[in-house]
């Protein structure tokens, strides 16, 4: 069983930056695919940003492209994800997931809790 921890949330001004961790119990970046999502109020849950466990794939939503980013990291236990140029549709509870076949997936095996971004002036 992988148990995923959230960080990094919390309340930044447009145009801020934010990175969320997402601390795994086992190893991640070779074992596992990897993604980011998203849930507003009112609305559906959508994908962010994913990874392949090869780290040879990668997939943005369009409205994030550019701005968010999963940095490479030496940790294989901690996955990130790097939110630049925030804006006020960023805001939402945000949920990493991981799993070993289904790739950038709502099915995924593994989720964390989520942690809020909320952007306003």
């Known amino acids: 069983q992988l148990q995923l921890v959230e960080s990094g949330g919390g309340s930044v001004q447009p145009g801020g930056s934010l990175r969320l961790s997402c601390v795994a119990s086992g190893s991640l970046s070779d074992t596992y695919n990897i993604g980011w999502f998203r849930r507003a109020p009112g609305r559906e849950r959508e994908g962010v940003a994913c990874i392949s466990r090869s780290g040879r794939d990668t997939n943005y939503r369009d409205s994030v492209q550019g701005r968010f980013t999963i940095p490479r990291d030496n940790d294989k236990n901690t996955m990130y994800l790097q939110m630049d140029s925030l804006k006020p549709d960023d805001t939402a509870i945000y949920y990493c997931?991981?799993?070993?076949?289904?790739?950038?997936?709502?099915?995924?095996?593994?989720w964390g809790q989520g942690t809020q971004v909320t952007v306003s002036s």
């Open positions: 997931a991981a799993d070993w076949e289904k790739y950038c997936s709502y099915s995924s095996t593994y």
